[in-house]
């Protein structure tokens, strides 16, 4: 289960943030903490937020659309658009998503760091057969 994503190759030639996680892994994960190792972040426990996935794109538009840290432009609307589009449509049909904070959905709920980086956000996607990751580290 191999995807190339426009988004990776753009990172790889001109980096879009810290680290990017852009990947879909196959397995069959016991919790999203499991599935959060798989690909590279801490388990959270409790702190997960599930998110259908309309919130789920409003989640990633979020952090696409400016960095974290500064609140200054991350990418145009139309990368943005293709790289939501790209990365949902290789997540597992029967996947749920998750996140680690507000980003964009007023919730006031703040966020709580998955990875060692100042800032971090994203999706985790969990199916009964894969997981998928969408996931971006800024620092200040």
Not at 45 to 64: C, F, K
């Amino acid at each position: 289960m191999s995807t190339e994503f426009a988004l990776s190759r753009l990172h790889q030639s001109k980096p879009i943030a810290m680290a990017l996680h852009l990947r879909v892994v196959p397995g069959c994960f016991a919790s999203v903490d499991d599935a959060a190792m798989a690909v590279g972040l801490k388990p959270i426990g409790t702190s997960w937020e599930e998110v259908d996935r309309s919130n789920a794109e409003i989640v990633l538009a979020t952090i696409l659309g400016e960095y974290m840290s500064f609140n200054l432009p991350r990418l145009d609307a139309s990368m943005v658009a293709l790289s939501i589009r790209e990365f949902l449509d290789a997540c597992p049909a029967d996947g749920r998503f998750f996140t680690n904070g507000d980003w964009g959905r007023g919730t006031n709920r703040g966020w709580m760091p998955a990875t060692e980086a100042t800032f971090d956000g994203g999706i985790l996607a969990l199916g009964a057969t894969a997981a998928g990751v969408f996931w971006l580290e800024d620092e200040d």
